[in-house]
Each structure stands twice: as C-alpha cells, then as structure tokens.
C-alpha cells in the first residue's frame, strides 16, 4: 500500500520504518535534509533537537520489538540501556540528535522507503478523500497519508479541531557537556541521572551518549531575571550554586559541548481526528505529536509518541485497505491509552506551577499524581500502587487506590523535601550577578 508519512522525526522515521518491513511503499517526506556530512545538525523547526529528551524503558521495548537492529546501531555508537537488577529496561540514555541519527540511516538503507526533502505546501484531496500532499508544484500521493509533523501540523490546518490544552506555564533551558577521559558522572537518584525539586524550580541533570550529558532548568518564567541563564557564564554559576549539581560541572569532571540552549514554552496538547464517529477527512491519519503533546516536566514524550506508532502500525497491517476502518480505530485507542496522560499533564502541570509559586499542597482537591506518588517516600503501600504508573505500566487512574492514604499523609503536614541549593529567588540573584547578565 502506498503510504506518504509528513515529518521525519522519531515518529515519522519510525513508522515509516516499520510500515516499509511490512510491504508497504513508502515515502516519507520532510523539509530537513538530514544531518550533513560535516557541521552540526541543526535540525530545521525543530526548536527541543539539542534539549534533553527521556527515552523511557516502554521505548527499547519498542524498537527490540520493531528494529532491535536500530536499537544495536544505537548502542554501538555509544547509547546505554539502563535496566533493572530483573533486567527489564529503565531507559535508553542517548541525545536526540543520536536517536534521530540512527532511524535516518536505517530509513535511508530500508527498502521501500523513500526519503523526500521539502516543505509541505498542502494535502492534495479529491471527494473529500485525502489522495496525498503538495510539494511545490509537484504532488507525492498515496493510498493514505500519515501526519507525523508534531503539534503544529499547519498542513491539517481548518481540517482536525483544534488543539485542546495549551501553554503549561513553564519555561526551560539546557546546556550539554561532555566528560572527561574515563570521568564518571556526578551523584545520582535515578536512572537517567540527577532529578532535584527545589523551591521554586526543578534542575535535571541527564545522562546520554558517548560520554555525554546535560543540565537542565525548569521555571514558571515569572521571574524575568532568570533569562539570564541563556548566557552560557550564568548558566554555569546557576549549576555551580546547587551542591548536588557542582560537581558535574568540574572542569576535571567534564567540558561543555553546547552554549545555553533556551527552550519554547512548554505544551500540553491533544488533537483527535473523528468527528461524529466519522474521520475528519478519510485518507489522514495523524500520529506521535500531532495526537498529543506533553511537557517534558515528567518526560513521556516520546514514549507516548512511538506507543502511538506502533499501534498504528498494528492497526494498519490489520485492516488492509479499509483505512476508514483503521483511523477510527486507531482514534479510539489514542483516546482510551494516550488521552488520560494528557489530562494528567494538564491537572499535575498546573498544581506544580501553583506551587512553585508559593503555594501549598491542597488537600481539599483531587492530588495531582506527583504528590501522590512523592508520598511513595513515607508509605510502602503508596509505593506499590504507584510503581506501575510512573513506569508508564499503568493509566493515571490507577492512583485512585493511593490518594486517600497520600492525602492522610499530607494532613499530618509532610510535604516532599526539596533539595539543597538556592531557592528561586536566590537563583535569580546569582545568575543576574554575571556580568553576561548585566
């Protein structure tokens, strides 16, 4: 079946892939050329390609599933899968930039794939049916047309509803590094590395590929001296104020390889694509980001993207040609299994940006699942029933069991310890210190 997939990022490259090993002909079609033989890949539009990215343990299993040749490739250059002592996968510590880098070269070598570079202009309908995409003035059409061209989609502008959800409120910004021969990296509390709550703010330390890793701030951007950190001087006196974090950063330890990379505002977004039962349009199937979007404040991004796409994949390598069918389908599971972590996002986001400004755990509402799966700390119980869920095991409603126990604890007056370092307002005072800043 002829199939043209819109975006070539890690969901488009991935169902692309997938859909081109199961006999269909396809065409996969994005204004990026790829990375060039020499220089840095800028990656164009794509705002988040040098930040952080958390490439979950539902991730490997997916790409073991679907291409464990990819997943070697990416091991081989310098990728790691942090497993359990069980050895069940945590997360694959590796850069965007590397990700991407090996679906590309697996797309460029797959049969049946083909790799187009240009802007798309618009789909090409006929009957109220969509038969493929403009490209200039040439058409590259298909039997059906996949949308894997992430939230802002313009193409299938005036065709899908609107977007619900929108700007969570927080701001980010990120520099990488790279460790020195044979250092180690700082302290950890997780597999992906350094995770500090402090007050007013969070900062993630991310361990990745060959050698690599990187710093990165999340704030409700109210304060407007913390703007600062995108000067790469700021950022690093930013690091140096936080205990835990310093010593990533020590010369002896490591150098860094990016200046401050300050990020959009975060989303969190969701996009259906039936109306009435019925397929907006018949012929697009929209998937990954262009489904829903979530901010990196729990990382689940792309997990949820390639969970999409391989249930769409599934889905279409089981209706054959019926792609009304199929779309339907497929909507009903996005919004069965894709949806709650939307809403999730959406209620946990808004309750965390309250609380970074100040305010305190309101036991008089719904917890929002951070709090309750904090008070996993204080309570084996609370700690069984959320286990599953911050694996992504388990829908967000599965906490429903915890949340009484999690609220009696917080009435007793717990709250999560935040780490040591500076608070919000001190941060800003350092970071507005540097000259850069000035």
Not at 73 to 79: C, F, H, T
Not at 183 to 194: T, Y
Not at 247 to 271: C, F, H, K, V
Request: charged letters at 20%.
């Amino acid at each position: 079946m002829r199939t043209v997939v819109v975006g070539a990022g890690p969901t488009g490259l991935f169902t692309g892939i997938a859909l081109a090993r199961r006999g269909h002909d396809v065409v996969v079609v994005d204004r990026d050329a790829g990375p060039p033989p020499n220089g840095s890949w800028r990656r164009k539009g794509v705002m988040q390609f040098h930040q952080a990215h958390t490439f979950r343990g539902h991730v490997v299993d997916v790409m073991r599933a679907e291409m464990p040749d990819v997943l070697d490739d990416l091991v081989a250059a310098g990728a790691a899968v942090a497993a359990t002592p069980e050895d069940r996968p945590v997360a694959l510590l590796c850069r965007r930039i590397t990700f991407e880098g090996g679906l590309r070269r697996a797309a460029a070598e797959q049969r049946g794939l083909t790799l187009v570079t240009g802007h798309v202009d618009r789909l090409v309908t006929d009957r109220g049916r969509a038969l493929g995409i403009a490209i200039g003035g040439s058409a590259v059409t298909g039997v059906i047309v996949i949308d894997a061209s992430g939230r802002a989609s313009r193409f299938t502008d005036g065709i899908r509803p609107s977007a619900e959800g929108g700007d969570c409120g927080a701001v980010y910004v990120t520099r990488q590094y790279r460790l020195q021969h044979r250092a180690q990296p700082g302290r950890l509390n997780s597999p992906i590395g350094l995770s500090l709550s402090l007050a007013g703010y969070v900062a993630i330390a991310f361990i990745h590929d060959a050698g690599t890793f990187s710093i990165t701030f999340i704030h409700d951007g109210t304060d407007k001296r913390l703007r600062a950190l995108r000067y790469d001087e700021a950022f690093d006196d930013a690091v140096r104020a936080i205990p835990e974090l310093s010593e990533w950063i020590d010369p002896l330890r490591s150098q860094p390889i990016s200046p401050a990379l300050p990020g959009g505002r975060l989303y969190n977004t969701y996009r259906g694509q039936v109306s009435d039962g019925q397929p907006v349009l018949p012929g697009l199937i929209s998937v990954g980001d262009a489904v829903c979007t979530t901010t990196p404040l729990a990382g689940r991004g792309v997990t949820l993207a390639l969970l999409q796409a391989r249930e769409l994949v599934r889905i279409l390598d089981q209706a054959h040609a019926d792609i009304h069918s199929a779309t339907i389908q497929f909507d009903g599971w996005c919004t069965q299994n894709i949806r709650p972590w939307f809403e999730d996002h959406c209620y946990t986001d808004a309750d965390r940006i309250r609380r970074w400004s100040g305010g305190d755990v309101d036991i008089s509402r719904r917890l929002p699942s951070d709090l309750i799966v904090a008070a996993a700390d204080v309570d084996p119980h609370v700690k069984d029933i959320v286990g599953p869920f911050t694996v992504m095991d388990a829908l967000p409603a599965s906490l429903a069991r915890a949340e009484q126990r999690a609220r009696a604890i917080y009435a007793e007056g717990w709250r999560p310890p935040t780490a040591a370092g500076p608070t919000r307002d001190e941060l800003s005072a350092v970071v507005s210190r540097t000259p850069a800043a000035a």
